[in-house]
């Protein structure tokens, strides 16, 4: 497929190229195991799962339970063929339904040092305009994990690194104003990605537009964020809490670190807000979070 057919996305340790047209619309993450959907503007194009395992999968074990589920599809298909063989690390088939319908059923995994177990689906029919076979190629060729060191996230237009001790806890992604959420136990960081950075900048400061983003969001209840400078941000206690908010002190955070980058490439304003606990704490934050950075 032409290069700028695909885009690279990137999620909770794993990432893989994707046709443009495939968009995220739905996440989760329940007991460590994490689920996303993607789709185009006709119906869901493919559904992913993960987990990374605390002890080894047993390999037979999961061949079994997949040959019993794919039993009742390879009943009901017309035809049956196996992943190309260039598919490392993964197991599967594309199941030929009728009515130019494919399903593809698949999971990978890999004897490599904590690797992620990953069930997928996707699905194809008569209004999809990508290739079954060239689609998952390019999938399993591009796929790649991580789960030390930084992590890269990229999804929309958004792409940044972030120390894998971070874990994503909430998220509001709208066309031009995308928040993610995350934890690192009790601490809390708040990230913004905002478009038309052009257009901001020509109402104001950046760092003016940031403030009031953050103020009005109701993220950060017991702070307010101000202009410190044209591109800086600073912060103080609200009056009404000069001790704490109730939510800072069950965390038994109450310090802020508040900062915007521009992503003139991107036409972005990323914005951010960490609450921590001690002076390392903003250390790690500091050498982990890179905005802006493109994904390999």
Known sequence: MAATSH???????????LPRRWELSEHRTTRGVTRIAMEDATAVRLECEWLYPRRAVEVETVRERYLDRA?????????????????????GHFYRMGEQRTLVIAY????????????LRLHF??????EPAAAFRMLARSFQFANDGLIPWACYDVSFLLDHR???????????????????????LCLWHFSLADVIRERGTLAEFAANAVNTSRSLPAVQVKASGPETLAWRRKRRYPIGHAEEIGRWCFRYYAGLCHLPERNQLAIWVFNY?????????REGFRPGEPIA
């Open 166 to 188: 971070f874990r994503l806890t909430g998220s509001s992604l709208d066309a031009g104003r995308k928040l993610l959420v995350f934890g690192w136990g009790l601490r809390r």
């Open 125 to 130: 029919d008569a209004t999809s305009t990508e």
């Open 71 to 91: 039993k009742a599809l390879s009943d009901l298909a017309e035809q049956v063929d196996p992943l190309p063989t260039d598919a490392l690390g993964w197991t």
């Open 108 to 119: 990978y995994q890999s004897a490599a040092a904590e690797a992620p177990f990953v069930f």
């Open 7 to 17: 885009y690279r996305f990137a999620w909770n340790g794993i990432s893989f190229d």
């Open 277 to 285: 606990r001690k002076p390392d704490d903003l250390t790690v934050f």
